[in-house]
């Protein structure tokens, strides 16, 4: 599946969820992920991001897709990470 990856988190645990997210999903943006995942590596990923998380006042957000044919995407401006692969 497709997601996209958002977290809103404490300034002290910012650093540690960085590090998490990108062993699953591509950096795209200050804390935006996005990328291809299988539904347990998903799993494991919010499992894993719970840990560090403040339950009370951080959040994470994902969207998710069966395929990218279903999303389109528009960069505005300087594009941080291209994703795209070419070969």
């Known amino acids: 599946m497709y997601v ?12 540690k ?10 950096w795209i943006q ?10 347990v590596k998903l799993t494991e990923l919010k499992y894993k991001a719970k840990r560090i998380m403040d ?3 951080d959040s994470l957000i994902i969207f998710s897709s069966e395929a990218t044919k279903w999303m ?8 941080r990470a291209n994703t795209d692969v070419f070969l």
């Open 17 to 26: 969820m960085l590090k998490l997210c990108r062993q699953y999903l591509n």
């Open 55 to 57: 339950m009370e006042t």
């Open 30 to 39: 200050n804390s935006v992920f996005e990328g291809d995942i299988t539904e």
């Open 72 to 79: 389109q995407k528009e960069v505005v401006g300087n594009e």
């Open 4 to 15: 996209i990856l958002v977290y809103d988190i404490g300034e002290k645990r910012v650093g």
